[in-house]
Structures are given as C-alpha cells and as structure tokens.
C-alpha cells in the first residue's frame, strides 16, 4: 500500500516543470556564488554578501517610512507617466495611421523623435518641470509614448485588404470596421509598443529619479553610496529593480488577458438547442 | 437617375466595362477588362469561366461594388453600383477566405450579420443552419486556423449563405476542396437555386462544375478580358449527379474545353516570349 502511494508520486517531469526547476536552480547559483563572493572576495565597501543585503532590505529600507514613501511616489510616477503615455499614444498613433497621408507626413518625424538619446535633455527637463514628481512624469512619458506610436501606426498599416473589402461588401459602417477588424489586428502590435513603453518607461523614471538626488529615491541611493553601505544600497536597487519587474509582468498578463482570439469561449444560442 | 435598363427580370446588369490597373501610360498599366457587357438574369446561375487573369474576379469586384471600372456601369436590381456595395442585395464569397483570424467562426457569422443589420435574436439560428449545410455544424467554436484550408473555405462559403441575400457572387468557393466535396456542396448549390430563386454568379476553373452548376457559361478570353462566348445549359435545377452521365453534359463540357484551349495556350504563348520592353 505504501509502495502504491510512492509510485503514485514519482510522475515524470512535464517539459515546463523541468525548465522552471532549472531556472530556480541557475538563479540559486547565481545568489550563492554572490553570497559567497561577498564573504570571500569583495571589497566590503563595494559588496556584501546577499543575505546581509535582505537583512538592509528589511532593517533600512522597508522599516524606514521615509523610504517607503519615496518608493512608493516612484511607483505613483511609472503609473501616472505610463498612463498618459497609453492615452497619447495611441490617439497619436491612431490619428497618424488613419490615412496615407498622415502617415506619409507624420511617421518620419515620430521616427526621427524616438531615436534621439533623451537623456541629454534630462537636466533641461528638470529645469522647467522642477526637482518634484513632474520631471520624472515627464521623462518616462516622453520615453514610452513613441514606441507606443510607432506600433500603433504599423498596426494599422498592415490590415488585410482582404479583410477590410470583405467587411465593406458586408455593409460594415466605419465604426464596426474600426472595432471588429482594425482594432483586433492592431492589438498583437500594440502590446509589442505596449511592452517596450513599459521598458522605456521604467527606465526614463528611474533614470530621473536617480538624477535628481535631492529628495525621493535617487536622494537616498547617493545617500547610501557616498556612506559606502552597499547592503542598504543594494537593497533600494533591488526594491526598484522589483517594481519593474512587477510593472513588465502586470503588462505581459494583460497582454495575454486581452488578445483577441486567446482565452474566451462564447455560448452558441439557437433556438433548437433550448429545446432538449 | 435612372439605371440604362430597368428591366425587372434583370438582376445585374454590366455596360461596357473597361477596367485598367497602374498608372496611365507606365509599363506595369495592365488592360484587365476590354469593353465587358453582360446581362444577368434573375433566379440564374452564371459561371464566368476563363484563363487564370483574365478579369472574372475583377468582374465580381465590380458588380459588388469594392471599386469603380475604369469606364462603363454595373448595374444591381436597378440601382447603379458605382463603388458602393449593396449588402442588402448582394453576399460576396471571396477567392480567398475571409474569415477574421481573431473570431471563431461563429463569431465571424455573428458580426456578418450583425454588420448587414441582422436581428441579434437571428444571428445564431442562421450561422448554425448555414453550418449544417455545409457540414460544419461541430467546428463553429473553433478558430479558423484550426481549420484544414478545406474546411475553412466551407465555411467562407456558408458565411455568404446564411445572410440569403437574393445575389450571391462566389469566387471559386471551391478552389480548395476535394472532388466529391465539391459535387456535393454543387448539389446543394443547385437546390438552394431551385428553392431560393438567388441570383449566383459563379467563378471556377473546373468545366464539369461550370456545366453542372449554369444555366449559362460565359467563356471569356485570356487577358485583356472580353466575353468571347455565352454557352447555354438548359437543364432545370435541382440537377442530379445523372445530369452528368448523359452525353450532352460531355459535349457541353468538351465545347468548353476547346474555347478555353485557344485562350490558355495563348497565355501560356504571351508569357513564353519574353517581351522587348523588359531589357
Ligand atoms: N488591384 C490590382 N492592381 C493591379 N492589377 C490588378 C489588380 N487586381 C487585378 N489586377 C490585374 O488584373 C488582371 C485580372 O485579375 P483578376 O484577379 O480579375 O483575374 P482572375 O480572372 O480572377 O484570375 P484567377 O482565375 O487567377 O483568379 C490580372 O492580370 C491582374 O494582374
Ligand atoms: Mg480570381
């Protein structure tokens, strides 16, 4: 009975368990060999082991109220940026995709835009938008917003003829066109802008976060680096490095929430099938 | 304005069609459609048959209305075309599925009918009996990427059915299905006709399709299209597989062939020479 119950238990790896059990036991290495470089090998004032590093987490950072706020203004700022980012983004990209024409003359100029190095306007953007919440609202906006636009636009370039002539011949007005072809079309490539603006997001606020070091993270990151204390340090990066990763995430389950085509399964009515 | 002929027994009517494609005088400009007339009948079935580019889809563009001819007029139960479609009139089965990837198929019935109109209490009665008919009834949660290509023409074709428009003009329909299917779905086609008194028009390559399925067979030249002879078919609908046993159906079908032969050997001819205006 007891042999029963084991073999019961021994079932083969599915193909996914494998990878994730691999993945867990690569990034354990990796926290281990940290671990033990920083018992061993670092200079202590550049590096600490991890675990002293999780020990700041919760005596430096998470138990410190003034830090907390600041993390928490950070988030407030990704969200608020990435928000107004959506919004304009894909008005502009819809307003810059609807025609030939617009696309003709406006695509170039987004292009040109989105490929200039930002982060040489960043102290002029301090300038007029002040050391507050605004700079960084400001900076990530202006990171995410066109990658959003340029998926937006090439969304929209490449509906099928096929499908829009069919959906005409079929009476379709322009609306129902817009939300039954072309907004479902679009929806793949607009989470691919949808994505990279979150990346490009993250990092323009983060990146004015640090900047600016008189108050809010970026205060407390020189802070800890001019003290030499990497543990606290470490901790407070790790702390950003972890909202990013829960801002792409939140992202990626939208993604796949929302694609058309994906998850739902509609009830066929007919008035046969009511009758039993 | 007043259509050219207000005849009530024609359905559709084509004048003088000259279609180009590219721009005036460059060398890709391509003379599609030469001064096309025809005249169709309601309650008929017309195939347009014919070699591969001479013009039959860019007829059925027309006639429902995706663009205007270059020259000339179609004409739809009286009211001229002009580029506009007729939904009310006119269901369109295109060469190519048309199905939305992102819908499943009962979906893509829905927003068909929803798109012309239809009673929301309808829509799905409707694409299930269209299904039925097609034998489809089981896939109509799936996806159409889930379908064999086969299947997901059956249903492209039972999408054009089920919003029983009195016109329905079909683009090969059956390009991508096996034989038997193919007759079977014909049959079908040939009872509904009888039943429904609809108007089809009819693209294929098969001549035994074309003869089984028409009362009439405009046999057109190779590009640029003309219609170079009408062939009639009198057998009343429904036709049964018999039809195809007696001799005439043979000879109808042969006299096909030798009008086609003429054209493609032509096609084949035009292509082979290479033209000086390349180099
Ligand atoms: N949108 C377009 N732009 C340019 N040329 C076109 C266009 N549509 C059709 N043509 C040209 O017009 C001619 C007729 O095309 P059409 O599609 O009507 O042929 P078809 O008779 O339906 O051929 P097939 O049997 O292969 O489907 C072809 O030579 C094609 O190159
Ligand atoms: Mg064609």
């Known amino acids: ?276 | 304005m007043s259509a050219p002929d207000a005849n009530n027994d024609v359905a559709i009517s084509v004048r003088n069609i000259t279609q180009r494609f590219g721009e005036a005088g460059s060398p890709d400009e391509v003379l599609a459609l030469d001064d096309v007339s025809l005249d169709i009948k309601r309650g008929e079935f017309v195939c347009l048959l014919g070699p591969s580019g001479c013009g039959k889809s860019t007829i059925l563009n027309i006639v429902g209305g995706l663009f205007k001819p270059t020259q000339g007029t179609a004409t739809v139960a009286g009211r001229l075309v002009e580029g506009a479609p007729h939904p009310d009139q006119i269901a369109f089965v295109f060469q190519e599925s048309t199905l939305l990837p992102w819908y499943t198929v009962i979906e893509n019935f829905r927003i068909a009918l929803k798109f012309r109109g239809m009673n929301k209490a309808e829509w799905d009665d409707r694409a299930m009996a269209a299904l039925r008919a097609v034998g489809m009834a089981s896939f109509a949660r799936h996806y159409p990427d889930q379908l064999s290509v086969g299947m997901r023409q059956r249903v492209n074709m039972a999408r054009g059915l089920c919003v029983e428009t009195p016109i329905l003009l079909m683009d090969e329909p059956f390009a991508a299905l096996d034989e038997q299917t193919r007759m079977v779905l014909g049959e079908d086609l040939s009872q509904l006709l009888a039943a429904r008194q609809k108007t089809i028009v009819f693209v294929t390559h098969s001549l035994a399709e074309a003869v089984f399925l028409s009362d009439r067979i405009f046999v057109m030249t190779a590009r640029p299209g003309k219609i170079k002879t009408i062939i009639d078919v009198n057998e009343s609908h429904p036709r049964s597989p018999d039809f195809m046993l007696e001799p005439r159906f043979s000879e109808l079908r042969n006299e096909c062939y030798a009008l086609l032969r003429d054209e493609i050997r032509r096609t084949v001819a035009a292509q082979r020479d290479p033209q000086p205006a390349g180099t």
């Open chain 1, 1 to 276: 009975m007891s042999v029963a119950a084991n073999t019961a238990h021994v079932r083969p790896l599915t193909h996914g368990q494998r990878v994730f059990r691999w993945r867990l036991a690569f990034l354990a290495a990796v926290v281990l060999l940290l671990e033990l470089y920083g018992w061993y090998g670092a200079d202590p004032t550049a590096w600490v082991p991890v675990s002293k590093i999780m020990h700041s987490l919760y005596k430096d950072v998470l138990s410190d109220s003034k830090i907390v706020t600041a993390l928490g203004w950070c988030v407030m700022q990704i969200t608020v940026a990435y928000v107004l980012s959506i919004i304009f983004g894909v008005l502009i990209g819809l307003a810059a995709g609807s025609t030939n024409f617009n696309r003709r003359t406006l695509f170039p100029i987004i292009l040109i835009l989105y490929v200039i190095p930002q982060v040489s306007f960043l102290p002029l953007l301090v300038l007029s938008f002040g050391l507050g919440s605004a700079a960084k609202i400001a900076f990530g906006f202006s990171h995410a917003v066109f990658p959003i636009i340029i998926n937006v636009v090439s969304g929209m370039r490449s509906v099928r003829e096929l499908h829009l002539n069919a959906a005409r011949s079929m009476g379709a007005s322009r609306f129902d066109t817009i939300r039954h072809v072309i907004l479902p079309h679009m929806v793949p490539s607009l989470f691919n802008g949808l994505r990279l603006g979150m990346t490009l997001n993250l990092l323009g606020v983060i990146l004015a976060e640090l900047y600016v070091s008189t108050s809010g993270v970026g205060y407390y990151t020189k802070l800890f680096a001019e003290d030499f204390n990497p543990g606290p340090l470490f901790a407070l990066i790790g702390s950003l490095a972890f909202i990013a990763i829960v801002f792409n995430e939140l992202v990626r389950i939208a993604e796949h929430r929302l694609t058309p085509g994906k998850h739902k399964q509609t009830a066929i009515k007919t008035k046969k099938a009511e009758q039993p």
